[in-house]
């Protein structure tokens, strides 16, 4: 008696070149709906569920392999006494490979205008239940859930090698495959930001040369769903492949860009800022991001949220840089850029920014979940506890501070001035050391310039400091029990201080 195949699919790619293989080793093929007609209209011999199970297909086709007959052919124990002798009872012939891909959940639910109830239809029950029941039974079952494994488990079947070592990495990639469907799903019923339990679920990208540092391997991988404006979703036009802190580094400074709905440009080094720009137009804005650090930003990244045009990719090719990120190069911008060999040049959609649902960060043992993203605010929370008020043009800079210093690593501190970053102190152990850091990056330029911090003043150094230096108006969150301390230094020099209410930590 020859063997027996049940065939499928939703993805019909390269099935019937599969199933003609199948048949010409003597494999009898079983399948079910569409990928039957399918089969029978290629040519391919090919028997309905419904014949071999003696019950028709029901319910509109939710029932149709749900059947005593398929399960026992697919758990039935080979080697067990037991198991063969119920087996010929009963008339059951075992099935030796499932090929199988699930009703496209993922794919319906992307689309704009579905509804609930098709989204639910799509919700496959007996695809899984076969899979996982032929991944339990690697050791006499072949379960296939990949079109790219057809060619391989032919051959593997010529050549007598589909064993029980091959069983067992298609199992594995059943029960990949079926867990990234189920946490797709939960997701879409699950309403709770934190549940009893959190499932994710990420595709992979592709495979780094290594980790953070050289002895350390790596992979990229992205959400399922689109994600907007992301690295996932950018398309790399040229250069050298990406490494891991390159993936970091690049992440960081479009977490920034999104900030800025004016032409701007951002320089990253190590996950920070070392400088940002905003103008009315991109070259402008580079020229502003460069100024503020021309020494940090050697072999940096940075990200532009206007199309590089001609003079400012002149800019960028006078210094070494090892990403450049924009929504679009202009075919000047870009033979100028291209011109070397190894920078990376990404193009990523800057008009779909989304946040995402949760930040994850992994511990010992464990991970740590947030609610994402720094929050918004707007003129109506701030106060303004200071006898001097901020002009017009004090709060455009302030907010500009304020946007570029929740992105920063904490302790930090930035000086701004016309909408460009001049000073910033990042990720120190105290907030007076950030400040002094800033401070002494800026120099003179200090004078008339705006401070951001992105938590309160614990002690009244920080403004003292910024007075020594010029500073003309402060923004913090406040909240300290020395608040007034501080407030009572900027009345001193007339500094304005304006008071957001919200922290933005970044460890």
Known sequence: MNKQVLISVSD???????????????????????????????????????????????????????????????????????????????????????VVNLYPFKQTFDQSSVTKAEVIENIDIGGPAMLRAAAKSFRYVSAVVDPDDYKDVLQAIQHDKLDTPMRKQLAAKVFRHTAQYDTLIAGYFTDEAFPENFTVTYEKVQTLRYGENPHQQAAFYKKPYEQGMSLASGRQLHGKELSYNNIQDANAALEIIAEYAKPAAVAVKHMNPCGIGVSEDVNTAFSKAYRADPVSIFGGIVACNRPIDVDTAEQLSSIFLEIIIAPGFTDEGFTILTKKKNIRLLEVKMDEAKSADHQLTTVKGGVLIQGNGPKELNHDDLIFPTETKPTEADMTDLWFAWKTVKHVKSNAIVLAKDQETIGIGAGQMNRIGAAKISLEQAGDKAEGAVLASDAFFPMPDTAEEAAKAGIKAIIQPGGSKRDQDSIDVCNQYGIAMVMTGTRHFKH
């Open 12 to 98: 019909k790619t390269g099935i019937v070149d599969f199933a003609r293989g199948l048949a010409a080793l003597n494999y009898d093929i079983i399948s079910t709906g569409g990928t039957l007609r399918t089969l029978k209209e290629a040519g391919v011999a090919v028997k309905a569920v419904e014949d071999v199970t003696g019950f028709p297909e029901m319910l509109d086709g939710r029932v149709k392999t749900l059947h005593p007959i398929i399960h026992a052919g697919l758990l039935a124990k080979r080697d067990d006494d037991r198991h063969r002798q119920q087996m010929l009872d009963k008339s059951i012939n075992p099935i030796d490979i499932v």
